[in-house]
């Protein structure tokens, strides 16, 4: 039986429209379309997290991040650094994704995160504190 080719996720930390999280992940896209597809899924309508309406009927489009994510074999996440740190767009559709706990549709997926920012440092959240001296 021949199987299909990887289902990648792409989501941007980033809204704007000229993001250049959102255009390393359109880049991706097309350097990986002999092997993979990859789509890339707006995290624009997704609403602040709020337990109140994380029940049976999430939000229309909680509930498309979360079938996107079941569908994917593995997710790319391109985030820009803000603050040394994730921005509240991605941290807040990851926050509804990983719900509910020990069910949810990351568990599991593959990942693979990188960051982009204007700083001749690149990303560097993963090896700076934010303490000031």
């Not at 999280?21 to 350097?31: H, I």
Request: with cysteine; charged share 25%; hydrophobic share 40%.
């Amino acid at each position: 039986m021949e199987e299909g080719p990887i289902k990648l996720l792409g989501l941007s930390g980033s809204l704007r429209k000229e993001s250049a999280s959102t255009a390393l992940l359109k880049s991706l896209e097309k350097l990986v379309r002999d092997k993979a597809e990859l789509s890339i899924f707006s995290l624009a309508e997704i609403p602040l997290y709020n337990g109140d309406i994380d029940g049976d009927s999430k939000p229309a489009s909680v509930e498309a991040l979360r079938q996107a994510i079941l569908l994917a074999d593995g997710l790319v996440i391109s985030s820009p650094e803000y603050n040394y740190g994730m921005p509240g767009v991605l941290k807040n559709a990851l926050d509804w994704a990983s719900r509910p706990a020990y069910a949810s549709p990351l568990k599991g997926k593959h990942v693979l995160l990188f960051t982009s920012s204007p700083s001749p440092y690149g990303g560097v959240a993963r090896s700076r504190s934010c303490v000031t001296r």
